[in-house]
T-cell receptor, first 111, second 115 residues
């Protein structure tokens, strides 16, 4: 089964700074990749997904991710962090109809 | 269009009691999935259902856990004789189709605490 690995369980950034969350996948075929965000005590909200239509995927709230086959990566970025970006972020890959999630990265934003 | 609804949002049970978690998918969605988020273990797939059918329950513990998605009404995840290790957040998701890049929309979750 395909899997994803998120590097870094915690990321701390200053407000206005770049947010970079790393995700690597293991797959021998083109994967279906997703990024979800989870705010405290809430469910998961889809940020964006890779559908093979374009390698640079734009999502909600100013986030984007780039699919790099050569690096088997799908890192999530946002040019300028906002306080409201403080949350936990999950990278996931679809195996048939099951989502397999990474361990998650908690983002804190410093004023 | 209302999102995926789950209730209760919080549930406290004593060891040995039963827990019933309910999930109403988004309108028009006939595919329902349950995931469990255990502390230190992350989010794991439990079961995939369509109306009146369990398609894949490979992620469900073999004992005490069951799920259904009847023709009418919400999907139910049932945990019998709960133990402390069942304490977790249980999320339901739904979609219009299954697999590929189809988006699964998640509910707010039910946080189960077993005393």
């Amino acid at each position: 089964a395909q899997s994803v690995t998120q590097l870094g369980s915690h990321v701390s950034v200053s407000e206005g700074a770049l947010v970079l969350l790393r995700c690597n996948y293991s797959s021998s075929v083109p994967p279906y990749l997703f990024w979800y965000v989870q705010y405290p005590n809430q469910g998961l909200q889809l940020l964006l997904k890779y559908t093979s239509a374009a390698t640079l995927v734009k999502g909600i709230n100013g986030f984007e991710a780039e699919f790099k086959k050569s690096e088997t990566s799908f890192h999530l970025t946002k040019p300028s962090a906002h306080m409201s970006d403080a949350a936990e972020y999950f990278c996931a890959v679809m195996n048939d109809y099951k989502l397999s999630f990474g361990a998650g990265t908690t983002v804190t934003v410093r004023a | 269009n209302a999102g995926v609804m789950q209730n209760p949002r919080h549930l406290v049970r004593r060891r040995g009691q039963e827990a019933r978690l309910r999930c109403s998918p988004m309108k028009g969605h006939s595919h329902v999935y349950w995931y469990r988020q255990l502390p230190e273990e992350g989010l794991k797939f439990m079961v995939y259902l369509q109306k009146e059918n369990i398609i894949d329950e490979s992620g469900m513990p073999k004992e005490r856990f069951s799920a259904e998605f009847p023709k009418e009404g919400p999907s139910i995840l049932r945990i019998q004789q709960v133990v402390r290790g069942d304490s977790a957040a249980y999320f339901c998701a739904s979609s219009t189709r299954a697999g590929g890049f189809e988006t699964q929309y998640f509910g707010p979750g039910t946080r189960l605490l077993v005393l």
